[in-house]
Every structure is written in C-alpha cells, then in structure tokens.
C-alpha cells in the first residue's frame, strides 16, 4: 500500500550516515560483531569540566523555554570564539544558536532559496547538504574533485559551474568526508571568483575546525570583501564530543540572523536550556583543554594510512583534518572479490559489511561515487581489528 506522503518527504533521501550507523546497530544487536567504522562521532566522554557546567545550571534551575535564538551570554561568548580563533568579529545580534550544526545550515537554506535557485557542492560535500537543498526545492550542483587534487576544487572549476540561478556556495574546511583543508590562498583564490558574482552568498561550514593536524583551518568570512556575504557555521559537537547535547550555532549578517530566528521560531524554538548553558563554558575554554582528542585522533589517523596503505586497490590522500580517511576504491570495480561482484562504491561498502562485518559509507552519498568513508573515531584496537577483517575479505 502507498501511503499518502507528501512530494517533499518522497523525494528526500535517506541520510547514508545514519542509515549506515542504524544498520550496524541492527546487525551488532542480531549478535554480529560488526565495527562500525560508519558515523563521525568522537568516541570520546564530554569533558568533566563540561559535565560540571551542566550539572550547575540543572541545580540551579535553568528548565524555561530559552529565547530563540539562544542566551545572550551564549551568543557573547560565541562571539568571544570567533574574535579569538578566526578573526571575526561578530554582534551577538548575528549571532544564531540551534539545535545542532545541521539546524543552522538547514535554517540558512531555508531563508535563502527560492526553487529552481541553484547551489554549488564542490564534491566531495556532507551528505546532508544536498538533502537541505532538495528539501528547498532548490537544485545542488556538484563541483567534482578527486584524490590526486586533494579533493579541492579549482577556482577555474567554480567559475564554470556558476549561472544567473546561483544563490549559494557551500564550503567545509576540514572537510567531511576528505579531510582536506582549504589554504588562505586556496580560499582568497575562490573568493576572487565570487567577487565577480555578488548574487552569490557563502555558506562556510567550520564543524571540523578544531580537528586538525598541524594546519590552521582559515575562515572564508575572514577575507574581507566575503565578510558580509557568508555565513560562518560551527558547533560543539566534534571538537568537543558532544554530538548528543545539539548544540551548533552561526554567524551571519543581521538580515539572514534574524530571518533564522524567525524560522527556527516556527519550527523547534531555543534549543536545549541545560546544554546551551554548558556550551557558554567549553566555547570560553582554551582550545588546549581539548587537544588531548585531537592528539589521539592523529595518532589513529597515521595508523589507519599506514594500515590500509598495505591493501592493494586503496588509494589514499592525508587527510589534514576532520577523522575520516575517503580512500578511492575504485580499482575493485568489475572485480569478483570473495564470491561478490563489485560494480560501485555501494557494493564495495556492502561488501565490508557482508564478509568484513566493518560499517563503511559509500562515496555516493558524499558525491564521490569512487570512494567509500571510513571514520576513525574508534579505538586502536577496533581499527586495527577492521583494517586486517577488510584486508582478508579483499585478498
Ligand atoms: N556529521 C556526522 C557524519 O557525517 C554525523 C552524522 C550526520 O549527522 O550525518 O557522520
């Protein structure tokens, strides 16, 4: 029987990443002993001192609805962060709070398109921006990379994806899946472009900002004559292994602030009281204070390079940031591996799942459909166990 959905949720995918996770949560509960190597989630406890903040603000009795855009000791210390780390200098009244990095961006797309407006995705892109945007009726465009560009777009690329319907750009540096990260000159080099094109607003998406291995992210709104067409999107849930609190946040010229505001009122109000009160304290922090993750987390990522380097068929870049390796895998395609045919990145990842019982994400989701995601935000011990299970399934 067909149910009468609408058009809109019929024509949404699914999110890859949390299809992948729900599976290897379905299968680890039948009693198979799958490594889920398939979501970008810190395996990390949030930080006591935290914890500690939340506990306060329960005990003493932050519980009422929260304005919606945030508190305003909140929105102040955001701004505190963004002076800090990336040289921007935001009012607390461009500033919005919401449930989630994924809310902001949604709410940005939702204020900003119109159908038929198209939207520039250098691949390889999150898979939920796509999604955000077919959801507006807008269509996305891929902007195609590969491994040996580094998975970056060139500024000869954009130029030529760009037409009269183009209302907006996503970039996300450290990016998820690739890792890679965009230079100041890289990024200046792109905005010279843009400045061609003042129909164009930015959308910079610096979830993975903290994660990174020696290279400083740049932030895109920090070029000067972008200031006042980007929009600047981060949250705590990474840097701070707090996916579960919801709290991710934007800084955005005042228009586009308070037309989220508007949005997010009609749809979820202020996001969590308590976490909202704990997120004041780790966005004071010093950076330092979180550094022992990321530490570990580069130490994971030379193991699982060194590891998967030895497994013919996997081409690999160094991913500076983010904890996602996006090998191309392309070169099993047409193979019979282990009894199974491989046509795609999608078989490929079935694959693992099937013979190596390791949750992968396949590159399509991503627009990569040459590689598949592999998170490595798991212990040693995992990584080390799911590189030897995918290497005797491919052999
Ligand atoms: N952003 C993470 C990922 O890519 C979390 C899952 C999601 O929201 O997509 O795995």
Redesign the pocket.
């Known amino acids: 029987m067909t149910h009468p959905l609408s058009d809109r949720i019929s024509s949404l995918p699914v999110?890859q990443?949390?299809a992948m996770?729900a599976k290897a949560r379905e299968l680890k509960g039948q009693g198979i002993d799958i490594i889920s190597l398939?979501?970008?989630?810190p395996d990390f406890n949030t930080p006591d001192f935290i914890k500690d903040a939340a506990i306060e603000a329960i005990n003493q009795d932050y519980n009422s609805y929260t304005p919606v855009d945030g508190y305003v000791e909140l929105k102040e210390a955001i701004c505190t962060k963004f002076k800090r780390d990336n040289d921007l200098v935001y009012q607390p009244n461009q500033i919005v709070v919401s449930t989630g990095a994924?809310q902001s961006i949604a709410n940005v797309a939702q204020v900003l398109l119109n159908p038929g407006d198209e939207v520039l995705l250098p691949a390889p892109y999150?898979?939920?921006y796509s999604a955000i945007a077919i959801l507006c009726e807008a269509k996305f465009v891929e902007i195609p990379s590969s491994i040996d560009d580094d998975f970056k777009i060139t500024p000869a690329q954009l130029e030529a994806a760009i037409t009269p319907k183009t209302k907006m750009v996503f970039f996300n540096s450290p990016n998820?899946?690739s890792g890679s990260i965009y230079s100041e000159k890289e990024y200046r080099a792109l905005a010279a472009v843009l400045e061609k094109h003042p129909q164009i607003y930015i959308l910079s998406d610096e979830i993975y900002e903290h994660i990174n291995y020696g290279v400083k992210p740049f932030s895109f709104a920090a070029i000067e004559n972008m200031f006042d067409r980007t929009i600047t999107v981060n949250g705590l849930a990474k840097a701070f292994a707090m996916?579960g609190w919801r709290i991710g946040y934007l800084g955005a010229p005042q228009w586009i602030a308070k037309a989220c505001t508007k949005m997010q009122g009609q749809i979820t109000s202020g996001t969590n009281c308590i976490a909202q009160r704990a997120a004041i304290t780790a966005v004071l922090a010093p950076v330092e204070k979180v550094q022992y993750m990321v530490d570990e987390f580069e130490t994971r990522r030379d193991l699982v390079l060194e590891l998967l380097g030895e497994i013919e068929g996997f081409k690999l870049n160094i991913p500076e940031g983010a904890f996602y390796v996006f090998p191309d895998i392309s070169a099993f395609f047409g193979k019979t591996v282990n009894g199974i045919k491989i046509e795609n990145a999608n078989d490929f990842s079935l694959f693992l799942l099937e013979k190596a019982n390791v949750a992968t994400v396949t590159g399509d989701a991503f627009g990569a459909p040459n590689c598949i995601r592999m998170?490595y935000a798991a212990s040693v011990v995992q990584l080390k166990e799911a590189i030897q299970r995918i290497k005797e399934a491919v052999s």
């Open positions: 999110s990443t949390l996770a398939s979501l970008g989630e994924k999150w898979v939920s998820n899946p996916t998170s």
